[in-house]
Structure formats: structure tokens, C-alpha cells
């Protein structure tokens, strides 16, 4: 069965802290790796990882994909307090429609 | 820029009742997706929709539940018969389809509270 696993679950920090968030995964018929900030509402998109080692970056945020020991992080460096909210971690597979398979979230408080 | 739209954002039922949640995906995507969030827990997968048929459905989309996109923009999720445990957060997502491309966009939400 495929298994997403994020950790930590739940994480606090102040601001300016730089935090790493960890999703580790167990699936058949890889495609990507997702990432997800969740607000009050929809689940918005972060990165999509395909490949191993190439890091992907926007702003404060960057992610990278290890395949071989199949795990990502996603880096968040000088925090603000704008970046309070549910990390979701999703699998992609190739199979059918390309269903996507979530983590249970890391919840991320920056504090002032 | 084009975005994913649910309606209502909040709905209360009475257990038994049916209810349809509505969904607009992004206009020249492909593929449509239904996913729920009981209150704590992950977003689960509940069905993907192409080419008007259902291309995939998870074990929690049982014969309660149907889905159909009745003309070229809705996208809708019906319940039967509505059951305390259908509590949930519900979401639709769309995804272009286009080949390499394959980040799936989430709209904001029905919260359904079944009573």
C-alpha cells in the first residue's frame, strides 16, 4: 500500500528561524512528489519533484527529492509569521489518473 | 489567474438527506478530482473523473456516492443518503492533463456537517 509520512507533526518557531520539514514515502509506480501549504482552506502548490538531487526553489522556500532513500524536504528559511499553516507532503503515481496519495501535514506556528 | 471554485463553501444536512456539492474546475483541464478531510485528519482520495467517466475510485466512494459533470463546467459530487461520517471537508481539484504536467489545483472547499 502506497504510505506517505510526514514528520514533525506539529512544529514551533519564531520568526527568523529556518525549519525543515520531512516526508518520507513507500510507493509503487513513482511519478512525483508534492508539496502543499495548507491555510484555513484548498491545499495550495508548492513544488512538484521528479527527479533526485535537483532542488527546487521559490523565495524562502526550497525542496529536493532523494529517490534512493525516498524522502524529500522542503527547507523554510527566515520565517515569517505568514508562513503559519499545514505542510502536506502528496505522492503522484503513474498509474490511472494520477491519484494523488497525502501525508498527514506538518503543522508549522511561527511565532513573533 | 484561472482558479478552481466550490460551491456552497458550507453546508449542514440532516443524516439521510441527499446532498450535491459543486465544483468548476480550471476551464481546459482534463482531469477532475474529488478528495475529502475528515476534521484532524490527511486529505483522502475519493475519485478522478476523465473523458466523462470515472477513471479511478477509492474504496470510501461506495454506492452512496456518484459523481457527473453535467455540462462543460460543473463538476458535481452527489451523497444519497447522508451519513454522520460523511463530516467532512470535501475537495475538488482539476489537473491539466497535459503530458509532464501534472500538479493538481485545489478549490477552496465545501465544509459539510451532517447532522
Known amino acids: 500500500?502506497?504510505?506517505?509520512?510526514?514528520?514533525?507533526?506539529?512544529?514551533?518557531?519564531?520568526?527568523?528561524?529556518?525549519?525543515?520539514?520531512?516526508?518520507s514515502y513507500?510507493?509503487?509506480?513513482?511519478?512525483?512528489l508534492l508539496w502543499y501549504k495548507q491555510e484555513k482552506k484548498a491545499p495550495t502548490f508548492?513544488?512538484?519533484l521528479t527527479s533526485s538531487g535537483?532542488?527546487?526553489?521559490?523565495?524562502?522556500?526550497?525542496?529536493?527529492?532523494?529517490?534512493?532513500?525516498?524522502?524529500?524536504?522542503?527547507?523554510?528559511t527566515a520565517t515569517q509569521t505568514g508562513d503559519s499553516a499545514i505542510y502536506l507532503c502528496a505522492l503522484s503515481i503513474i498509474q490511472?489518473?494520477?491519484?494523488?496519495?497525502?501525508g498527514q501535514g506538518t503543522r508549522l506556528t511561527i511565532n513573533p | 489567474e484561472p482558479e478552481v471554485t466550490q460551491t456552497p463553501s458550507h453546508q449542514v444536512t440532516q443524516m439521510g438527506q441527499e446532498v450535491i456539492l459543486r465544483c468548476v474546475p480550471i476551464s481546459n483541464h482534463l482531469y477532475f478530482y474529488w478528495y475529502r478531510q475528515i476534521l484532524g485528519q490527511k486529505v483522502e482520495?475519493?475519485?478522478?473523473?476523465?473523458?466523462?467517466?470515472?477513471?479511478e475510485k477509492s474504496e470510501i466512494f461506495d454506492d452512496q456516492f456518484s459523481v457527473e459533470r453535467p455540462d462543460g463546467s460543473n463538476f458535481t459530487l452527489k451523497i444519497r443518503s447522508t451519513k454522520l461520517e460523511d463530516s467532512a471537508m470535501?475537495?475538488?481539484?482539476?489537473?491539466?492533463?497535459?503530458?509532464g504536467v501534472n500538479e493538481q489545483f485545489f478549490g477552496p472547499g465545501t465544509r459539510l456537517t451532517v447532522l
Open chain 1, 1 to 23: 500500500e502506497d504510505k506517505v509520512v510526514q514528520s514533525p507533526l506539529s512544529l514551533v518557531v519564531h520568526e527568523g528561524d529556518t525549519v525543515t520539514l520531512n516526508c
Open chain 1, 46 to 48: 508548492l513544488f512538484m
Open chain 1, 54 to 76: 535537483i532542488e527546487k526553489k521559490s523565495g524562502r522556500l526550497s525542496s529536493i527529492l532523494d529517490k534512493k532513500e525516498l524522502f524529500s524536504i522542503l527547507n523554510i
Open chain 2, 45 to 55: 482520495f475519493l475519485v478522478s473523473f476523465y473523458n466523462n467517466e470515472i477513471s
Open chain 2, 90 to 99: 470535501y475537495f475538488c481539484a482539476s489537473r491539466p492533463g497535459t503530458s
Open chain 1, 96 to 102: 490511472g489518473a494520477q491519484k494523488l496519495v497525502f
Open chain 1, 26 to 32: 513507500e510507493v509503487t509506480n513513482f511519478r512525483s
